[in-house]
């Protein structure tokens, strides 16, 4: 899909939404780079497009902006600041999740990018286009059985 630069020229730095072949994906421009990946945070479905970028290290990430799991932009990595709890002394450090959110291809041109989706291995976001995501949302999202209170 070819996407015009000129879609951006709204946005500071940040990303955008589109579909890709019945995919929704997230597109960021930061510091002169694009960046493309599923729009879907793989823990729990956030809409990653709206979410703040952030520099953790020399990692660009992308912050959930509903449960601010931090996602790098270039390759899906998750990030997570480990604590010993033996060790309160010592300060937090960043450590990987391994990769989990899906990442997609971008080339850029004078006045557009193109995004090529990325079919390679199996990501935790693929669940959101899923069969089984599918069924889920037919039935009406998920639902919870609360067991009443007998006595």
Known sequence: ???????FASLNEGGLQFTVDG???AV?????KYYAL????????GPLH????EEIGDKVCIVCP???YKLCLENGEGLYQAVDPKRLDVPPEWRSKGV????HHVEEASDHITVK???????????????EYRMIMRRGGVSVTVPSAEK
Do not use: V
């Not at 599923?38 to 479905?45: F, L």
């Not at 989706?117 to 069969?131: A, C, I, K, M, Q």
């Open 50 to 53: 709206m979410g703040d970028i």
């Open 100 to 103: 989990k959110q899906r990442t």
């Open 1 to 7: 899909m070819e996407i015009p630069k000129s879609a």
């Open 66 to 68: 509903w449960h601010k």
């Open 117 to 131: 989706l990325n079919g390679e291995g199996e990501r935790d976001s693929d669940f959101y286009y899923s069969d």
């Open 28 to 32: 960021f421009h930061y510091n002169g």
């Open 23 to 25: 995919r929704d994906i």
């Open 38 to 45: 599923d729009s879907h945070c793989y823990h729990a479905g």
